[in-house]
């Protein structure tokens, strides 16, 4: 038993590390450090300006933003930037991602407790794909969008741990926790509460459950309806959003119950996805005792909560009768979870006559075939239009939004393409004081590098123009250090070695000395032989020249440019460059501070694939190792 307990943790690990690898890949490739749309409102100008101003008060994490109070949202977002320094989307992305393998790992421990070893491996597999594979991925790169998994998490918790919970156990205080904050998740944080009261009533008037256990159970799940109630806030510009009709509701609704399955020509037929849990609900409703009862009460809930949600999204954002938003998938996706869990239940607790077992047989065929089928369509769609377009509508912004900052020219931001609505509205938020000086790396302004010492062949470039003023030829380039063959840096201030054919290329150059940074990394971009024999670019202390760190990035750029990242130095500090081969040249940028939770999120990101193939490598291994540890029939 201690070797399958201990496959079983390692398959838990792997499962984690795999939606987080392949969540983070997704956030390298197509998402941002910038902060965009929802943001800019609930966290930068209701939240974070206050907070860097002095002046925030507890009532702002309360604040409703549209219907919501995203309370855990805003101060998991606030603790980020707080303690990074800095305002970093990518960053809050990243530490997201580890919410769904949280959700996954829960899932897989809770269906190991009711399911045949048959099914372990499946699954794993399931939830791997599920929560691993981009399907909701707005919510994936989106930074504000945590409280879609908090949601679906903290749910998840209050409706396994509290129904059947003994009175004051550590299972119900764990229960009331989950059940209590998913009220500050979303609007719809208080249907957990539904869920619990509605299961905790049928236990009881079955009498599977005291009233001395099911009391404090019923009376905290009611306040929590209540308040919940209470408390809904309704905006008036999203009256349009909501269904106009009877209509619309039905075919938004239906449309959701459909997911994955899209463009079905006979669309009744995909309402097979959510038979399983029909058929569970059927029994439960029939009280048919047997094992297994108490996780398919749970099941039960958790597919009557999902049911819950989607009629108040079919109510709430109906309107035109249009498929579900990216940002609504994620309980679409929990949805699909539930009904292969209760298909699995069923296989083990349904009837076990021939008739009965071939149906199912028949129902678990035709599921999986659709789920798979139907899924393939989706991820095709995702992964070749959706987020590529949407990379490079994240691209677009990043670089208007720098030049605009290096410039002032808001021609840079009267385009489509930048992180708010309208460049009227983005620049009121944009130019806050505050905001402005916590901006990510791709975008805050440089550390200026005024030039203490220059000597031989070091020249001073700088393309900072407005965006209808034709660039520099490149005849100039020989004037500016750069070789004819690389392109100046968008609207950026660089220093350069190269000099003309039969020139001497020797030379030195020492900035003045600059103020100790808080710590966290600086990004310079370089170009030519860094790194190499005879040249090199150093940041060294000022008062003993001693040196700190050297500039280079993990790979010679040659005739382009590359990023290189050093540690801030926490003392006062010079940057320094010297070529003393004349064969060789090199260039670099002012650099730009990145905090020290941003550099780290940069990197985890840049690994996320080769975690998420580590993580599938090992999986495999072991769902081997608890076939062949497990006992067999």
């Keep these: 038993m201690d070797k399958i307990r201990a496959v079983r943790l390692g398959l838990i690990a792997c499962l984690f590390a795999f939606v987080l690898g392949a969540r983070w890949a997704v956030v390298d490739r197509y998402g941002m450090d910038l902060p965009e749309w929802d943001q800019w409102d609930a966290e930068g100008t209701n939240l974070l300006a206050p907070w860097y101003q002095g002046h925030l008060t507890l009532g702002v994490l309360f604040l409703p933003h549209n219907e919501h109070r995203v309370v855990l949202t805003k101060l998991v977002n606030l603790g980020l930037a707080a303690a990074d320094g800095q305002w970093d989307q990518r960053l809050e992305a990243a530490a997201n991602a580890i919410l769904p393998g949280l959700i996954a790992a829960g899932l897989y421990l809770f269906g190991v407790g009711f399911l045949d070893r048959r099914w372990h491996a499946p699954l794993i597999i399931l939830l791997g794909a599920a929560y691993g594979l981009p399907f909701a991925w707005h919510n994936v ?21 509290l129904p059947a919970a003994r009175a004051w156990s550590c ?72 269904a106009q009709s009877i209509g619309e509701f039905c075919v938004t609704l239906v449309q959701s119950l459909e997911w994955p399955v899209r463009k079905l020509d006979n669309a009744w037929f995909s309402e097979l996805l959510w038979l399983p849990w029909v058929l569970l609900a059927w029994r439960m409703i029939r009280r048919k005792a047997g094992t297994g009862r108490q996780a398919g009460v749970i099941l039960f809930g958790l597919g009557g909560w999902v049911m819950l949600q989607l009629l108040a999204t079919a109510y709430a954002r109906g309107e035109g009768g249009y498929p579900p938003a990216s940002r609504y998938i994620d309980t679409l996706v929990f949805g699909i979870v539930v009904n292969g869990l209760a298909l699995g239940w069923l296989a083990r607790h349904g009837r076990t006559n021939l008739a009965a077992r071939r149906t199912r047989v028949c129902i678990a065929i035709v599921w999986i075939g659709m789920v798979i089928g139907a899924s393939d369509d989706q991820l095709g769609r995702i992964l070749k239009h959706e987020l590529p377009d949407e990379g490079v509508y994240h691209r677009y912004c990043v670089a208007n939004v720098r030049n605009y900052l290096a410039t002032g020219d808001e021609a840079y931001v009267r385009h489509n393409e930048i992180p708010y609505p309208g460049t009227v509205s983005f620049l009121r ?145 010079l940057v320094t460059a010297r070529v003393d081969d004349p064969g060789r040249w090199l260039a670099f940028s002012e650099p ?26 090992c999986g495999i291994v072991l769902c081997l190792a608890a076939w062949r540890f497990s006992p067999h029939p």
């Excluded at 790169?141 to 741990?161: H, R, V, Y």
């Excluded at 840049?606 to 998420?612: D, E, H, P, R």
């Design 171 to 242: 299972r119900w205080w764990l229960g009331a926790a989950c059940m209590a904050l998913a009220m500050v998740s979303m609007a719809s944080g208080f249907f957990a509460a539904a869920v619990v009261l509605g299961l905790t009533v049928l236990l009881l008037l079955r009498r599977e459950v005291s009233w001395s256990s099911a009391a404090p159970t019923l009376v905290l799940a009611a306040i929590l309806v209540l308040v919940g109630c209470l408390t809904r806030v309704t905006v008036p510009y999203h009256e349009s959003a909501k």
């Design 592 to 617: 730009a501070e990145m905090g020290m939770l941003s550099y780290i999120a940069w990197k985890s990101v840049k690994n996320g694939l080769l975690l998420a193939k580590i993580a599938a490598g």
């Design 141 to 161: 790169i989106a930074g504000f969008n945590s409280q879609q998994f908090l949601l679906i998490g903290l749910s998840f918790g209050a409706i396994a741990g």
């Design 429 to 573: 938020r944009l130019l806050v004081p505050s905001l402005r000086a916590a901006l990510p790396v791709s975008v805050r302004d440089p550390i200026p590098l005024p030039a203490h010492v220059q000597e031989g062949s070091f020249q001073r470039a700088d393309s900072r123009v407005p965006e209808n003023q034709v660039p520099a030829s490149g005849g100039d380039w020989l004037e500016a250090g750069l070789p004819p063959g690389l392109p100046r840096l968008s609207n950026a201030v660089t220093w350069g070695s190269f000099a003309a054919k039969g020139s001497v290329a020797r030379g030195s150059w020492e900035s003045e000395p600059l103020p100790a940074r808080r710590g966290g990394w600086l990004r310079f971009e370089v170009a030519g032989q860094v790194g190499e024999k005879g040249l090199s670019l150093e940041i060294r202390d000022a008062a003993t020249r001693r040196v700190l760190a050297e500039v280079r990035p993990d790979k010679t750029p040659g005739n382009s440019w590359r990023s290189a990242y050093v540690r801030a130095p926490t003392r006062p500090f």
